[in-house]
């Protein structure tokens, strides 16, 4: 299943961005795409070496992590269960997960902080159940992302990812530092206060060598989608014929746009953006493009 991978990469070709390259992780897998194909890659071939049958995972209504989990543990013939963040609901990603067979446990956002407890409660005596933290996080999900290095040019100067928890960022910097390159690793949290980052980062790595933070891009915090960020969206995909979601990588093409037209960067340096998919994720904003 976690074999053969299509991520090219492309150039973009509006005028004041082509010099830019991205890594099309979204084409990798049309519900498993992007960071969650890395980060799901070693947890599954985890829980099929412990030889267990059920994933716990979390997540949000609009969460592209509960989608392609639902849609992995289908094709790996797993069993999925998701406590899903807040108030019962209905709307399409949580179809989409119906459909793969993911079982949904809805839970009030105060229970939910204690994902830990929320598992030993539901599933303590379940010895065929394997926990995966929100977002897949955990050092299987920074071994799997780290292996995107090895699929890049090794003379790249700049390498973007848009990060909430850090985890897709930390497996970048440590295979940047395993592969010995020069790359500056620019992480652009999608979230308020999101400097925190590079502790986490920092966890895994145990080093924040060749990383660069860009704080300011978060356009007033998670899955905030003001009308500015909207409007790039839908010139960006008009122009370069390319999806971009609006929680997390449109953030980070507005960041690379904004700081080429600062003259952050050099001529003849070599920037790469890291494409994470999440498209999926436009449905929960569906009714602010209007046209």
């Not at 994933?55 to 543990?73: D, E, K, M, P, R």
């Not at 229970?111 to 303590?124: Q, V």
């Not at 998919?277 to 046209?291: A, E, P, R, S, T």
Request: proline residues 3%; aromatic residues 10%; glycine residues 8%.
């Amino acid at each position: 299943m976690f074999t053969d991978i299509y991520s090219p990469i492309h150039q973009l070709k509006h005028a004041t961005r082509n010099h830019i390259l991205v890594k099309r992780d979204d084409l990798i897998d049309p519900y498993i795409s992007g960071n969650k194909w890395r980060k799901l890659k070693y947890i599954l071939k985890e829980v099929q070496k412990k030889d267990k049958n059920h994933i716990v995972t979390f997540g949000g209504a609009y969460s592209n992590h509960l989608v392609a989990t639902a849609s992995a543990c289908a094709r790996a013939s797993l069993k999925s269960t998701a406590f899903v963040r807040g108030e019962a609901v209905n709307n399409e990603m949580l179809l989409l997960c119906k459909l793969f067979g993911m079982n949904l446990i809805f839970t009030d956002r105060e229970s939910y902080k204690n994902k830990a407890l929320l598992f030993e409660t539901h599933f303590g005596t379940d010895p065929q159940a394997h926990f995966v933290d929100e977002g897949g996080a955990g050092a299987e999900a920074v071994r799997g992302c780290a292996e995107i290095i090895a699929e890049l040019p090794p003379d790249m100067d700049h390498l973007f990812c848009a990060a909430g928890t850090g985890t897709t960022a930390a497996g970048l910097l440590k295979g940047i530092h395993q592969r010995k390159l020069k790359t500056q690793l620019h992480v652009v949290p999608v979230l308020k206060g999101g400097d925190f980052i590079a502790d986490e980062i920092y966890k895994h790595t145990g080093n924040v060598d060749q990383l660069v933070m860009h704080t300011d891009y978060h356009f007033g915090g998670y899955a905030k989608t003001p009308p500015t960020l909207i409007e790039y969206i839908k010139n960006f995909v008009a122009t370069e014929g390319m999806l971009i979601d609006p929680v997390y990588t449109s953030k980070m093409f507005f960041a690379i746009d904004d700081l080429v037209a600062n003259n952050y960067f050099k001529k003849e340096e070599k920037i790469i953006a890291l494409h994470t998919g999440g498209l999926l994720g436009i449905w929960g904003v569906k009714d602010k493009f209007i046209y």
